[in-house]
């Protein structure tokens, strides 16, 4: 019996496992960045509108490339006036025609390259758009992670200072203590709930943030772990920068402007147009009673742009300035992502020295303080208010840590952006 029983308990424990693995609410998972980036990807409208809008592009540049559709002519000629009869004739002839015309030298070609080079440039605008989101996505990650880290950090903080203000309330019961201890410990418990509910409203705000781009709550769901970003090779970024998404667009840019000042250089060139034409002819000659010939009709036609100075000269002006801005365009943007990679390598420095200040330094010295200090007033050598100075003290380094942290999580942040990843 004992070992039957024993194969029901393990069934009904197999069971409760089964069922915490399968019925545990969505809320308790823990939200990771990587699955946070996969999510706003896959839900953001603006990537698939930014990709239909380069396909097309694409077809655009090919029909762009085309000859124009030939030109077909239906009609009669010459016909009298006087009976308007289409037989009486002989001048009279029923006409068919086929006409093509032909664009000014390579402005064909220069089209289908003009807009290949659209559909490239909204390709680079795609890889653009895609790294701004995973930028922003980081950084409202990041923020609701360490509004958590904050939350828990001061709860671990109030749980201190209750300690603090128990042994406060017992050293009263023994005439060891005085009551200003105890309402000194309980002013700075009020203080701490105020800071705690300041950092619960920055975790609501960050959560909003982030479901925004996730398209649903996040409200309840945990941080995952934060990501090791401690490798920035510097001079791997600055050698990289010119390949930057950000200016693949305005490079592109500046090679559709060097076509466009092709495309207004070809305006210089006549535009051709071949006709051929088919006369029926139904009346007879008047001389020899015999029926007249029908006619086959053969055309070249050729535009001369002789007035250039208001058309193209002005429309070649136009296009070398275009030109001329895409250029500065892409050099003040390029100037700008140099200027932000060096100013982020700097804070980045600096914030790792800070933090190896308060990892190494402060944070053990407050510490060491702090327990000093607790030996001492147990041992009737340190006030109340010399122990909870140093108490808070140490707290607020551990706070303080924790933010120079986030705020090396934000710059890390940007130089990914800055790396394109």
Same mark, same amino acid.
């Given at each position: 019996?004992?070992?039957?029983?024993?194969?029901?308990?393990a069934?009904?424990?197999?069971?409760?496992? =089964?069922?915490?693995?399968?019925?545990t609410?969505?809320s308790?998972?823990?939200?990771?960045l990587e699955?946070?980036?996969? +999510?706003?990807?896959?839900g953001?409208?603006?990537?698939?509108r930014i990709?239909?809008?380069?396909?097309?592009?694409?077809?655009?540049a =090919?029909?762009?490339?085309?000859?124009?559709?030939?030109?077909?002519?239906?009609?009669?000629?010459? +016909?009298?006036?006087?009976?308007?009869?289409t037989?009486?004739?002989?001048?009279?002839m029923a006409m068919?025609?086929?006409?093509?015309?032909?664009?000014?030298g390579?402005?064909?070609?220069?089209?289908?390259?003009?807009g290949?080079?659209?559909?490239?440039?909204l390709?680079?605008?795609?890889?653009h758009?895609?790294?701004?989101?995973r930028?922003?996505?980081?950084q409202?990650?990041?923020?609701?992670?360490?509004?958590?880290q904050g939350?828990?950090?001061?709860?671990?903080?109030?749980?201190?200072l209750e300690?603090?203000?128990e042994?406060?309330?017992?050293?009263?019961?023994?005439?060891?203590?005085?009551?200003?201890? =105890?309402s000194?410990?309980?002013?700075e418990?009020?203080?701490l709930?105020?800071?705690?509910i300041e950092?619960?409203?920055?975790?609501?705000v960050?959560?909003?943030?982030?479901?925004r781009?996730?398209?649903?709550?996040v409200?309840?769901?945990?941080?995952?772990?934060?990501p090791?970003?401690?490798?920035?090779a510097?001079?791997?970024?600055r050698?990289?920068?010119?390949?930057?998404?950000?200016l693949?667009g305005?490079?592109?840019r500046?090679?559709?402007?060097?076509?466009?000042?092709e495309?207004?250089?070809?305006?210089?060139?006549?535009?051709?147009? =071949?006709?051929?034409?088919?006369?029926?002819?139904r009346?007879?000659?008047?001389?020899?009673?015999?029926?007249?010939?029908?006619?086959?009709?053969?055309?070249?036609?050729?535009?001369?742009p002789?007035?250039?100075?208001?058309?193209?000269?002005?429309?070649?002006?136009?296009?070398?300035?275009?030109?001329?801005a895409?250029?500065?365009?892409?050099?003040?943007?390029?100037?700008?992502?140099a200027g932000?990679?060096?100013?982020r390598?700097?804070?980045?420095q600096?914030?790792?020295?800070?933090a190896?200040?308060?990892?190494?330094?402060?944070?053990?010295?407050?510490?060491?303080t702090?327990?000093?200090?607790?030996?001492?007033?147990?041992?009737?050598?340190?006030?109340f208010?010399?122990?909870?100075?140093?108490?808070?003290?140490?707290?607020?380094?551990?706070?303080?840590?924790?933010?120079?942290?986030?705020q090396r999580?934000?710059?890390?942040?940007?130089l990914l952006?800055?790396?394109?990843?």
């Amino acid at each position: 019996m004992s070992s039957v029983r024993a194969l029901r308990l393990a069934g009904l424990a197999s069971f409760i496992v =089964v069922s915490a693995v399968f019925f545990t609410p969505a809320s308790a998972q823990t939200l990771t960045l990587e699955d946070a980036l996969r +999510i706003a990807l896959e839900g953001d409208d603006s990537l698939p509108r930014i990709e239909a809008l380069a396909d097309a592009r694409a077809e655009h540049a =090919v029909a762009d490339g085309a000859l124009p559709d030939p030109e077909v002519t239906v009609g009669y000629q010459n +016909i009298p006036v006087n009976s308007f009869s289409t037989s009486d004739d002989m001048m009279t002839m029923a006409m068919v025609g086929v006409r093509q015309r032909f664009p000014p030298g390579r402005t064909r070609q220069l089209l289908r390259n003009r807009g290949e080079f659209d559909a490239q440039a909204l390709r680079a605008d795609h890889r653009h758009r895609t790294l701004e989101i995973r930028t922003e996505v980081r950084q409202a990650w990041l923020d609701w992670y360490f509004a958590h880290q904050g939350i828990s950090l001061a709860r671990t903080i109030e749980s201190s200072l209750e300690e603090l203000a128990e042994l406060a309330q017992r050293r009263l019961a023994t005439a060891a203590s005085h009551q200003r201890d =105890v309402s000194q410990a309980q002013l700075e418990l009020a203080a701490l709930s105020q800071r705690i509910i300041e950092l619960e409203a920055q975790r609501d705000v960050a959560a909003a943030e982030l479901s925004r781009w996730l398209g649903g709550s996040v409200k309840g769901r945990p941080p995952g772990e934060l990501p090791d970003w401690q490798n920035v090779a510097a001079e791997q970024l600055r050698a990289a920068l010119p390949d930057h998404p950000a200016l693949q667009g305005p490079a592109i840019r500046v090679e559709q402007g060097r076509l466009d000042t092709e495309l207004a250089r070809e305006t210089y060139k006549p535009m051709w147009m =071949v006709e051929f034409s088919y006369g029926l002819r139904r009346g007879a000659d008047m001389t020899t009673g015999r029926s007249v010939s029908d006619t086959l009709t053969g055309m070249v036609s050729v535009n001369v742009p002789l007035f250039s100075r208001n058309r193209q000269d002005r429309r070649l002006q136009g296009a070398m300035r275009e030109r001329d801005a895409a250029r500065h365009e892409h050099r003040d943007q390029l100037r700008q992502l140099a200027g932000m990679l060096e100013s982020r390598l700097a804070l980045w420095q600096r914030l790792n020295d800070l933090a190896a200040l308060y990892r190494e330094r402060l944070l053990p010295a407050a510490r060491d303080t702090s327990a000093d200090t607790l030996s001492a007033y147990r041992n009737d050598r340190a006030t109340f208010d010399e122990l909870i100075r140093a108490r808070i003290t140490e707290l607020d380094l551990q706070l303080e840590e924790l933010d120079v942290e986030r705020q090396r999580g934000s710059i890390r942040i940007g130089l990914l952006y800055l790396e394109g990843q």
